[in-house]
């Protein structure tokens, strides 16, 4: 085949008119326009200020030890006091001992936390909202009502299963099958959505599940000191049915807890400060709307079968009940108030310590949180354990803390394989960008439908040698050198 004459001269032009490069010499990344457009040195390829983009990607401020310092205190703080109140609230009794009370109000109390909770969410939502924007939506559109009221029905359904369990079991008791959220979970995760777990997991949930039985079976050698006991002031103690209600308080915990994880991975990008706002609103018009029908239903015996007090209020419900009770008792009334702050704080530290570090180091803070509340009510409320409930805490807390360790190294391996995966992306898209801009060059420079493929290659090495490739990513060379003669 005969070559066809050019109307002018070869050309080689310096290869930085068409890429742009570091100050090592590397060809940095081009954006991909395959127009057919010539490019020369006026050209902006789509961009106003007529250079090429790069874009670096945005490093992430990493927090420091006042962050860290900040999260955990508040958690433990506001958590802290917050489980001594309840602990006070629903097992401590109230008034002489000749004739003591237990607060069996726990709808009430609840309306009360989920309306300190949803201002003080909606305070952290305008908090959280850059200076001069608008802050993002609590409801940004009506898909996402039915699961948030999905959440807000099992949280409000939860907590009145867990208060009537306290009944029948300690609270150390409650706190440690509190501590076995895993079990609800995994199950929810199993049969409604066919999930597989590794090994280790069902390691774990034995393990937890063995130190809640031991310690479960070996509570009666646990003694109270001088107050009233529980027993005392409720005869009719069935631990086996506080077991089943802690259950079942459990159950609706999973549910939730699955819920608000399809939350934040179907409606990207909702937040914790709107989730917070959301779901105590919600909550706050369901607890309040049993609240105004208790006194029409006080007939059925669904509360008094659960164990809440509907019937000292005169006929008038739980509401008037527990508002009968803190007339009776006026020191209740900074316990439920200490009780809905410290809740509503420890919210709003639980969603910074989620959005500044990561949820393993939640789930950490959260597990010592959980022991130094189990120790605190040791020596507050002068609980006694027996050397088998130890072992049964051990277990519990052990598996807990085993199932932390190898979900973060879990963690941190996925992350070095998704820093890897990004790494390898961008290299082969500046490779790629390279090669395009080169292609448009060599369509302007020479007369590529008369070389064909072998002129195609032969231009590549020619050009290719003009380039500081010593300094270029090994990816970039071997798309380099993957033109082969044809």
């Not at 909202?129 to 802050?135: E, L, Q, R």
């Not at 939350?263 to 609240?291: D, V, W």
């Not at 807990?400 to 995966?421: D, L, S, V």
Request: net charge positive.
């Amino acid at each position: 085949m005969a070559r066809t004459k050019q109307a002018t001269p070869l050309r080689r032009d310096p290869s930085s008119e068409y890429v742009q490069g570091n100050a090592n010499g590397t060809p940095s990344r081009s954006p991909r326009n395959l127009d057919s457009e010539k490019m020369n040195g006026n050209s902006t390829n789509g961009y106003p200020n007529g250079s090429l983009l790069h874009v670096d990607a945005p490093v992430k401020k990493e927090a420091g030890a006042l962050q860290f310092l900040i999260a955990v205190g508040g958690i433990y703080g506001s958590f802290l006091t917050w489980a001594l109140l309840q602990e006070r609230l629903t097992t401590t009794p109230y008034g002489d001992s000749s004739a003591p009370e237990l607060f069996k109000f726990p709808v009430f109390l609840n309306t009360v936390q989920s309306l300190f909770a949803a201002l003080v969410g909606y305070v952290y939502l305008q908090f959280d909202t850059a200076p001069g924007a608008k802050a993002a939506p609590i409801f940004p559109n009506r898909k996402i009502v039915v699961p948030l009221l999905l959440v807000a029905i099992t949280s409000s359904l939860a907590s009145p299963f867990g208060y009537a369990s306290l009944a029948h079991i300690d609270y150390i008791t409650f706190i440690l099958a509190k501590s076995c959220k895993l079990l609800p979970v995994m199950f929810l995760h199993i049969t409604l959505f066919q999930k597989k777990y590794p090994l280790y997991k069902y390691m774990v949930v034995l393990a937890v599940t063995s130190g809640v039985a031991v310690f479960t079976l070996h509570a009666g050698s646990a003694k109270a000191h001088a107050k009233p006991s529980k027993a005392s002031v409720n005869p009719d103690r069935n631990s086996t049915w506080g077991l089943l209600l802690l259950g079942i308080n459990l159950l609706f915990d999973g549910l939730t807890n699955t819920t608000q994880d399809y939350i934040f991975q179907t409606y990207q990008p909702y937040k914790g400060p709107q989730m917070m706002c959301a779901n105590n609103i919600m909550s706050t018009l369901i607890t309040f709307s049993y609240l105004g029908l208790s006194p029409y239903i006080v007939h059925t015996g669904i509360g008094e079968y659960l164990g809440m007090d509907l019937t000292s209020g005169n006929g008038g419900g739980e509401f008037a009940a527990a508002w009968g009770f803190m007339t009776r008792h006026p020191g209740v009334w900074y316990d439920v108030l200490g009780f809905a702050i410290c809740g509503a704080v420890g919210q709003v530290f639980i969603f910074y310590t989620l959005s500044t570090f990561s949820s393993l180091l939640l789930v950490t803070i959260t597990v010592t949180r959980k022991m130094l509340t189990m120790i605190l009510s040791v020596v507050w409320f002068g609980h006694r354990l027996g050397g088998k409930q130890w072992m049964g805490v051990g277990l519990v807390f052990g598996g807990i803390g085993a199932e932390g360790i190898i979900t973060r190294r879990e963690k941190q391996a996925k992350e070095k394989a998704a820093a890897k995966k990004k790494l390898f992306d961008a290299v082969a898209d500046e490779a790629a960008a390279v090669v395009v801009v080169w292609e448009l060059r060599l369509r302007e420079a020479y007369d590529l439908d008369t070389l064909g493929n072998r002129g195609l290659w032969w231009c590549w090495e020619a050009e290719r040698s003009s380039w500081d490739w010593e300094s270029a990513s090994e990816a970039v060379v071997a798309t380099g050198s993957g033109w082969r003669r044809e």
